[in-house]
């Protein structure tokens, strides 16, 4: 192929490619990389097939004038245009990534909007190729994930570099490309369901990855280019000052919101007939062509004929003719001359902006702040987002990582809604166990935009402040810092006045020499932040934190815990996690223990520290006491032979495991098992530390076998140990069992007696979970002496303690007690209702056996109303999940109740 002909030829496709339809986006300042940090971002390879052939043809001189050139030119014009960022060349393959710039559009949508703009430029070119025997095409891959930027030197000069899975699995996927497509995950087929088209591709394994995935092919979008950097259905909450001033405003020159991004999320700030300025310069007039200052010119006119055209049109309609700039820190040298020319005109338009930075290019005549709102408007904007009642848990969740930000908060309400983390409980919508853990890309956008406009100085400091916690003082700042070889000045005060941290109101209970106290101003804002660092660094910050925080937060294991572990230091994620484990059994948080032990349990298997099988075999203790508190009784036994098979070597271990059995083996009712089980514990070693619980578990078999003198004397033994040793929590339990052995016998007044002692103790316990157990156990007292009104009382003040101290397990227990009594007296709406609630909590603590109790009392009640058939449903329900978890004797209620009922 002749040189003449290649040169005809480019420019022919020169042509065909200025003719292809150039989709609108928004202008922008240019895209800055940082490097340093993680970012999640969209990845985009590109590889042009056919390139081999058409190298053979050409020589290299001709070869570059038509792929570099001129389709490659034409491709980068499409990704730069789409706000993407090639990083790349790589001989016949583009390799390109779109960062999260600004809060206003998905990363993911523009990676997706740049491949289909090259796609109808291959498009638009084939006949040409055609005509001179050139097949050529594209196969695209488009992937989105965290990805950690870097510079590196080739030669003399310094490029732009990625490393990340992300990016290999963008590589693969455009491997797998058809010709002329775009291939993609499941998850971002999923993400961009709303906005794109995507065909099934089947599923298939990656080069490198063990498990298959679904994959789809990218098709044309179903909507124009989503902006979020405000949410158009945003009500306009908490702002009537500011409403009304921009409502006396005389509509004379501009007027200026000022706030971080989102803080003026929503279109009640506009006049009618409002138009966006950044829509008026996509317009595209003028010519490319023309030197820039003859460009400047036309764009002045062009610019004015549209805004006279569209002030005609705005008065024919009786509207007043307003312009609209937002994220006015973000525009370019070419837009602020062009506005700049329009304001030099004899009657300017009324302007209204809004800046996340002081607007310093233009004196507005009306400026107003826009700080975060308040608690209460952040509630009132949350319930009309989502149009129902939210329980106060999740109303909390939302206000803390909205920060009192609208566009945030409807952010995440969106994002709850697509991620269906979002359902109906007793108090109105409330988050599932999906929660608000994703975060969406713009909201990760908008705060890493703000974060990378800091100093560098000034952002290390962000960064330390996040590892460190949602709170902290500037004592532990200052030592974090210190550990780094940063000497704290005025940066957290510098970080106060740009928005990230405010001083904390709470009062600071047991921070020695703590000085003042700092919280971020946005819990997004902090987990972004931390996010983003580069795993070398982040687990160094984590380490200068856990020796900050360790001397003034030992009573807090968790969040050392958290700090161990993300510093890799195993030995001490094990110590914390354990007792963080330890504490939560404690306070009957069974699913926080089971967490908990988690984290233990994968610390130790990383640990090379000494006494591992006996930390492993104290791990597994806890863990087969939560089972069984949880009634997962079977789970317990065998967590219970295990540790008998390894605790050969530590005769205390084996004595505490053994101890256990025997509990379990009393709770599934195998009463004789646990009898020989728990006497054999008892004679091997009647002094040990557990012995109360011993004596305590043989008096609740003569018990359960009517053998009421002998669990006296029991009791009586459990309660001597436990003052023995100095135990008032097992010596108040003690004293509970006492009166349930004196109800036995009929002595009501004795029990009575034995229950408000125990009730005492607690209280000089301040447990007020054991206070309301042992309310409770005093209503059931009350209701086996027949005293049904007393009784009710008595439950739901127990139900009060739980209901303050968030014990699910326990609320669940005294709404089925309480159900029960009120079903005796005949109240029947007030008992099913009771019913329902203890179902319904028993399920979300993990207590089956209740479940079961719950599903009885409903039957009752069914029963009661006549509906027989409903009711032997209820019993067939219950006797069946009885059965499942090993509770004959509730098994034998349930069926004798079906009985009587079919």
């Avoid at 138009?275 to 062509?289: F, R, S």
């Avoid at 020319?341 to 338009?349: C, I, K, R």
């Avoid at 029947?828 to 009392?857: C, D, H, K, N």
Wanted: hydrophobic share 45%; proline share 3%; glycine share 8%.
């Amino acid at each position: 192929m002749a040189t003449g002909s290649v040169q005809d030829l480019v420019a022919r496709l020169r042509s065909g490619l200025s003719g292809t339809r150039r989709e609108s986006v928004a202008p922008r300042a240019s895209v800055r990389l940082q490097e340093g940090d993680l970012r999640h971002v969209a990845i985009l390879f590109l590889d042009v097939r056919g390139f081999t052939g058409l190298a053979e043809q050409l020589a290299p001189d001709e070869l570059s004038l038509f792929i570099h050139q001129t389709v490659f030119q034409s491709f980068s014009a499409a990704i730069a245009e789409h706000r993407g960022v090639v990083l790349q060349f790589l001989g016949d393959a583009i390799y390109a990534i779109f960062p999260p710039a600004q809060a206003r559009i998905d990363p993911r949508e523009m990676a997706c909007r740049a491949a289909l703009a090259i796609l109808h430029q291959v498009e638009a070119i084939q006949p040409i190729c055609r005509e001179a025997q050139l097949d050529i095409a594209v196969r695209i891959g488009v992937n989105y994930g965290r990805i950690a930027l870097s510079r590196v030197s080739v030669g003399e000069r310094l490029e732009w570099t990625g490393a990340g899975d992300a990016i290999n699995v963008a590589k693969r996927l455009e491997q797998l490309s058809p010709a002329n497509s775009v291939l993609v995950l499941d998850e971002l087929a999923r993400a961009m369901a709303d906005r794109f088209e995507f065909i099934p591709f089947g599923r298939h394994q990656l080069k490198g990855k063990s498990e298959e995935r679904d994959l789809f092919v990218l098709g044309p979008a179903r909507v124009d280019l989503v902006q979020t950097d405000s949410v158009p259905t945003t009500p306009l909450v908490g702002r009537a000052r500011e409403l009304e001033a921009l409502r006396d405003w005389n509509g004379r020159g501009s007027s200026v919101l000022e706030g971080e991004a989102g803080m003026a999320a929503c279109r009640g700030w506009e006049e009618s007939g409002a138009v966006d300025v950044l829509e008026a310069l996509l317009q595209g007039h003028g010519d490319e062509e023309l030197d820039p200052r003859a460009r400047s010119l036309q764009l002045q006119l062009a610019f004015q004929s549209f805004f006279q055209a569209a002030g005609r049109e705005a008065e024919r309609r009786g509207q007043r003719l307003t312009l609209r700039l937002e994220d006015a820190q973000w525009i370019d040298d070419g837009s602020l001359e062009v506005l700049s020319f329009l304001y030099e005109q004899e009657a300017p338009l009324p302007l209204i902006m809004t800046s996340r930075t002081p607007v310093e290019w233009m004196t507005p005549s009306l400026a107003m702040r826009l700080a975060p709102l308040g608690p209460e408007d952040t509630r009132q904007l949350l319930l009309e987002l989502l149009g129902e009642p939210v329980e106060p848990a999740t109303q909390e969740a939302f206000l803390d990582r909205a920060g009192g930000n609208p566009f945030v908060l409807g952010e995440l309400v969106a994002h709850a809604r697509e991620q269906r983390a979002l359902s109906f409980g007793p108090q109105g919508l409330e988050l599932t166990s999906r929660g608000l853990d994703e975060l969406p890309a713009s909201l990760q956008g908008a705060v890493l935009s703000r974060v990378d406009r800091l100093e560098a100085r000034l952002k290390t400091v962000l960064q330390m402040a996040a590892v460190l916690g949602r709170e902290f003082s500037r004592f532990n700042l200052e030592r974090v810092c210190r550990g780094a070889g940063i000497e704290l000045t005025d940066q957290s005060e510098r970080l106060e006045k740009e928005g990230f941290l405010t001083r904390s109101s709470r009062p600071r209970t047991g921070w020695s020499d703590a000085g003042e106290l700092f919280v971020f101003a946005n819990g997004l804002v902090q987990e972004v932040v931390e996010d983003s660092l580069l795993v070398q660094n982040r687990r160094l910050l984590h380490r200068l934190a856990l020796e900050a925080l360790e001397p003034e937060h030992a009573a807090s294991p968790g969040r050392l815990a958290y700090h161990a572990e993300q510093a890799q230091d195993w030995g001490r994620a094990l110590t914390y996690h354990a007792a963080q484990a330890r504490a939560a059994y404690e306070g009957s948080h069974f699913k926080a223990t089971l967490s908990a032990l988690e984290g233990a349990e994968a610390a130790l298997a990383r640990f090379t520290g000494a006494a591992l099988e006996h930390s492993r075999l104290e791990l597994l203790l806890l863990r087969l006491e939560t089972e069984e508190q949880l009634s997962h009784f079977d789970q317990a036994l065998e967590l219970a032979d295990r540790g008998l098979s390894g605790a050969g070597a530590y005769p205390e271990l084996a004595l505490r495991f053994a101890a256990r059995r025997g509990l379990v083996l009393l709770r599934k009712s195998r009463l004789e098992e646990a009898e020989a089980c728990l006497g054999e514990v008892l004679a091997r070693s009647p002094q040990g530390r557990w012995l109360a619980d011993v004596q305590y578990a043989l008096g609740s078999v003569d018990y359960d076998l009517a053998r009421y003198q002998e669990a006296q004397a029991h009791f009586v033994a459990a309660r001597a140990a436990a003052v023995a040793a100095g135990d008032r929590r097992r010596e108040a339990l003690a004293l509970r069992s006492l009166a349930f052995a004196a109800l036995a016998r009929g002595e009501v007044e004795t029990a009575t007696t034995y229950l408000e002692a125990a009730r005492d103790l607690a209280h000089q316990l301040q447990d007020v979970r054991m206070e309301g157990n042992l309310v409770g156990s005093l209503g059931l007292a009350q209701q086996d002496a027949g005293q049904l009104e007393e009784a009710c009382a008595a439950f739901r003040t127990a139900l009060e303690c739980s209901q303050r101290c968030h014990d699910l397990a326990n609320q669940s227990i005294w709404w089925v007690n309480l159900g029960a009594a009120l079903l005796k007296l005949n109240q029947l709406q007030e008992a099913w209702q009771a019913f329902e609630r203890s179902l319904e909590l028993a399920g979300r603590a993990g207590y089956p056996a209740v479940e079961v109790e719950a599903r009885l009392g409903a039957a009752g009640v069914l029963r009661a109303r006549g509906q027989n058939q409903e009711a032997a449903r209820e019993a067939s329900q219950a006797a069946e999940q009885a059965s499942q978890i090993g509770q004959p004797a509730l098994e034998e209620q349930a069926r004798q109740l079906l009985a009587t009922l079919i």
